[in-house]
């Protein structure tokens, strides 16, 4: 624990973290566009060469920033499974101003993404494909066909992400919670002709 | 015709639309992060000072762009009233070579209008309302009842939008198309509930 090298490389680490923490922070305030390794080292209260000796580049600090910002947005790791309506738990969670301050700057990088930048590019793709594959997932275990889950999951995540854009940049908030509430009463309609998990036949030699 | 003031007049103008279409292509391939008037003009193959004499900021020019563009994208104008899979072609619009290149470009939009840049916003804001107004109307003139066109229509377009930056980003045909597909099926089968315009019941008076 008190070995030069080591407790030096745990110090190195733990201000690592918190410079990034700092960075995506102001991330979340100002955007990526004018984002220079000088103006994050004036905000955080490091050194440059500080932030040179962590992160390289600016390149490698707005990935890692893309990284967290992207596992971050729409998020579901801890929906319980069995929370009577996940969708409006989703919902509640990217509405608020945290949730809120995550899918602008989520937008903000997709718009990034759209030209010459393939390393962007890359990490939304990932992001998408991973957070379709998680809700497919959990739509199979609330009963959806197999075969159209991960149609579904496409659909029911561009829904949401077209509506919290439209959220964010027009405000109109009764027009939008009117959509969303006409999405869930949708889905509800066509998830009470799924069968109940659990309460099918049992398959044979179980 | 021939009046020295007139005719050089409809010149510049002339010239003034050819130039901004000429720079909205520009756009329409890099994205507008790198744009500067320098650029601009050397693509476009004009003079620096007839740029600035035409659009006298660079901040005049992107607004210019930027409404081109979002009267192009996702644009109903010409979707005729009977056309059997309205839907389906504006679809087939979109995802068209010309179709991606204005998606993309809105996207890079959207995403710049996200911090500290309320002209964007607002010219993306003014956009989203006149979709959704256009579309709700096309709905109710489809039988879709007054109260739920707006709701319909804003979680129509936000599907839309959603379904075309996944396959933008992701370039997974298969899986976007038929998220596509199931949100046809699934307004079809929504709108089979729908009165037919003109069959209902006369009203009293006409």
Not at 73 to 92: F, H, K, Q, V
Request: aromatic content about 4%; charged content about 25%; proline content about 5%.
């Amino acid at each position: 624990m008190n070995g030069y090298v080591d407790g030096r490389k745990l110090r190195f680490e733990h201000r690592r973290g918190e410079v990034l923490r700092a960075a995506t922070e102001h991330a979340l305030d100002h955007g990526l566009a004018g984002l220079s390794l000088r103006k994050v080292a004036q905000t955080v209260g490091v050194s440059h060469a500080t932030l040179v000796h962590h992160f390289s580049t600016k390149d490698q600090l707005v990935a890692e920033i893309v990284d967290l910002v992207l596992t971050q947005s729409l998020a579901l790791p801890d929906l319980a499974d069995d929370d009577p309506e996940p969708l409006g738990t989703i919902w509640r969670r990217a509405t608020s101003d945290q949730g809120r301050r995550y899918i602008r700057l989520f937008t903000a990088i997709t718009g990034h993404a759209m030209h010459d930048n393939p390393m962007l590019r890359d990490a939304v793709a990932r992001s998408m494909q991973q957070r379709t594959a998680l809700l497919a997932a959990g739509l199979v275990r609330h009963g959806c066909p197999e075969p159209e889950a991960v149609a579904l999951a496409t659909s029911l995540l561009s829904t949401l992400r077209g509506l919290l854009v439209d959220l964010l940049v027009t405000d109109d908030e009764k027009r939008v919670r009117a959509a969303f509430d006409d999405l869930a009463t949708e889905l509800d309609r066509r998830s009470s002709a799924w069968p109940t998990p659990g309460a099918g036949p049992t398959p044979a030699g179980s």
